[in-house]
Nanobody
Framework: QVQLVQSGGGLVQPGGSLRLSCAAS????????IGWFRQAPGKEREGVSC????????YYADSVKGRFTISRDNAKNTEYLQMNSLEPEDTAVYYC??????????????WGQGTQVTVSS
């Protein structure tokens, strides 16, 4: 059974850090592009990053570039989203998703369950 299971998230003060995990089962994560998306209340879903399959090069949205970093542990079949210098505007539900290629959210075949990130003092 193909599954993406997310963990991490929570409440953090502005300027703080969090790490989200996206663990894959039923498929080899490195063979897929993994996208991260977020959706804040009342706002449209936003693409945060996408790591391409195999060579693993990563694209970051301008809003998170320099603050968020993607890493993968192929032995654990898991991708991580390290989020530093968090801002209240980063508050959202974060999702990871898998597809053969980096693309628009509608194209992704598999989705994690989502995890809440709240940045507030």
């Amino acid at each position: 059974q193909v599954q993406l299971v997310q963990s991490g998230g929570g409440l953090v003060q502005p300027g703080g850090s969090l790490r989200l995990s996206c663990a894959a089962s039923g498929f080899t994560l490195d063979y897929y592009a993994i996208g991260w998306f977020r959706q804040a209340p009342g706002k449209e879903r936003e693409g945060v990053s996408c790591t391409r399959a195999n060579n693993g090069s990563t694209y970051y949205a301008d809003s998170v570039k320099g603050r968020f970093t993607i890493s993968r542990d192929n032995a654990k079949n898991t991708e991580y989203l390290q989020m530093n210098s968090l801002e209240p505007e980063d508050t959202a539900v974060y999702y990871c998703a898998a597809d053969p290629f980096c693309s628009y959210a509608e194209e992704y075949d598999y989705w994690g369950q989502g995890t809440q990130v709240t940045v507030s003092s």
